[in-house]
């Protein structure tokens, strides 16, 4: 009779569909292949991994990339999910964590600060791993002994030991899980791509001026990894400026992020689009990308060579850099005629309305070399040394110049060229100074406003110079034909803004001077 029922049962077993078996998660090793350095800290990275069969892999390297960059490409259909796990990793490589985790369920002997407390013997007891957001360190230690569980405080702890704690610790980790759907291929490579922070370089440029008519220009590079090894990885240095608009949001699915921490980046972030002004945000903008400061350097009559977006990708080759180190090196180098000049600048003393302004301006006068980008791609912001014959003669920020365009790049303060500017408004004939006229619904007072430029050369050797008269309103008249051009912040102003410039030859000992006069509006 119990034959026949096995019979039965096993027939019966045989009819019904077989349960799908679980299949352990098949580690995997990721290499980045590729990484795309920018200039403010971030890159993009390039990871390879070649999965088999159908199934779930493992990859402990888990990215945390910037929010709406990480994206998968493979020929199959391939999920990805970030998993918090309890791992073992050697004691002697892990940081001394929790003591009641590192040493749940192992024998211990806790000894007390003093000696008027005997020794606590028992097991470590072990209690099940909360969520992210409600762990929490624990007040006491819990021990389980003969007699129940003892609650101790940790700050009476002078020490504790366990005889077989081992070699190896737990820790949650995050790992990346890949699931790979249905396939006849053998193999199938998936390419990883995100952008994240760590990784990143920094440019500098060494003009050498020994020779007194062609300069030899250098670019330098230093690239800090701060992210992963890199192992025969393509490295290439991104010029331009690149809008990575989420860069300050890390990606749900980065494993050190939480939804609260999400929504608060993304509300900073928003708020920093509200307040574009912030200080201190965009003066490490304007170096780290290329956002020319003031436009007090811009080349005079300088024409484009640029085609296309405003990038450019300079390979160094394949490098192998391990996290923490640092790698300096010379990415190009090229030779360029160059004019030696001196460059006096006056800036505009008024706002857009016409109103004289309150803070104090500076009119210093600088050394300068005019020269076109010698290098076959474009030469991108960060700092410039100029030397001559072994000597340190100044460093200023070099900015964006395309390859074959001309820039002009401030040395050193001109001590021996002395200059003067003065400007003064003059009366109308009843006194008043002004006239009133309506535009647009608005009174304004007109103006007339005359100005002086004086400079002398007190050096031995003649100099080439340029002068630039930045100025608001409509100019009326000015000595020596001086170039007249607009410049791009008084577009929508009542008073146009604008520039002379004058470009002359002043001789050892010879001074000039220079009259203009223009009328302005003021509100009335």
């Known amino acids: 009779m119990r034959s026949l029922r096995n019979l039965i049962l096993t027939l019966v077993a045989l009819a019904l569909p077989a349960a799908p078996m679980i299949a352990a998660d098949t580690p995997v090793k990721s290499n980045i292949v590729g990484v795309d350095l920018f200039k403010n800290g971030l890159a993009i990275v390039k990871r390879e991994v070649t999965l088999g069969k159908p199934g779930t892999y493992l990859i402990d390297d888990v990215p945390q990339p910037v929010h709406g960059t990480f994206w998968i490409d493979s020929t199959g259909n391939v999920e990805a999910v970030v998993k918090m796990r309890d791992v073992e990793v050697p004691a002697s490589e892990a940081a001394p964590g929790n003591l009641q985790d590192d040493l749940a369920g192992k024998k211990v002997v806790v000894h007390f600060k003093g000696d008027k407390r005997a020794p606590a013997t028992g097991t470590m007891v072990k209690f099940k791993v909360a969520k992210v957001e409600e762990a929490s360190v624990g007040r006491y230690l819990v021990l389980q002994t003969a007699k129940g569980r003892v609650y101790i405080e940790p700050s009476e702890v002078a020490s504790v030991e ?37 990784l990143s370089w920094a440019p500098s440029y060494r003009l050498d001026i020994s020779d007194p008519k062609t300069l030899t220009l250098e670019q330098h590079a230093v690239v800090r990894n701060e992210l992963s090894d890199l192992i025969n990885a393509e490295v290439r240095l991104i010029s331009g400026y690149p809008s990575v608009q989420y860069a300050h949001v890390r990606s749900p699915l980065s494993p050190r992020t939480s939804w609260a921490n999400f929504f608060g980046e993304l509300a900073g972030h928003r708020a920093r689009e509200i307040d574009a002004t912030s200080n201190s945000f965009v003066s490490q903008q304007r170096i780290a990308f290329n956002n020319e400061s003031g436009a007090f350097n811009l080349a005079i009559g300088a024409t484009p060579a640029g085609e296309g977006v405003d990038m450019h990708y300079q390979s160094i080759g394949k490098r192998t850099l391990a996290d923490g180190e640092a790698l300096a090196l010379t990415v190009a180098k090229g030779k360029s005629e160059y004019e030696r000049i001196v460059e006096w600048l006056v800036p505009d003393t008024r706002d857009a309305y016409g109103r004289p302004e309150g803070r104090e301006h500076t009119d210093d006068v600088w050394d300068a070399l005019k020269f076109k980008n010698p290098l076959s791609f474009p030469m991108t912001t960060g700092p410039a040394t100029v030397t001559a014959n072994g000597q ?56 007339t406003v005359e100005g002086e430029l004086s400079v002398s050369n007190h050096r031995k050797e003649d100099i080439k110079l340029l002068i630039r008269r930045r100025f608001s309103g409509e100019l009326v008249q000015a000595d020596g034909e001086p170039k007249r051009q607009l410049r791009e912040e008084g577009v929508y102003s009542v008073n146009k803004r604008q520039e002379l410039v004058w470009t002359l030859p002043l001789k050892s000992g010879e001074e000039k001077k220079f009259k203009y006069s223009y009328t302005v509006l003021l509100p009335h």
């Open 392 to 447: 340190f003669n100044g460093q200023r920020t070099t900015y964006w110049v395309n390859s074959g365009e001309e820039t002009l790049l401030r040395v050193e303060k001109a001590l021996s060229v002395r200059t003067r500017s003065s400007e003064a408004e003059q009366l109308n004939k009843d006194g008043s100074g002004r006239d009133l006229i309506w535009i647009g619904g608005r009174q304004y007072r007109k103006t």
């Open 162 to 198: 366990s005889e077989d704690a081992g070699d190896k610790v737990i820790r949650r980790r995050p790992q990346l899980v890949l699931t790979l759907g249905e396939t006849e291929k053998v193999e199938t490579k998936v390419t990883i791509r995100y952008i994240t922070h760590g």
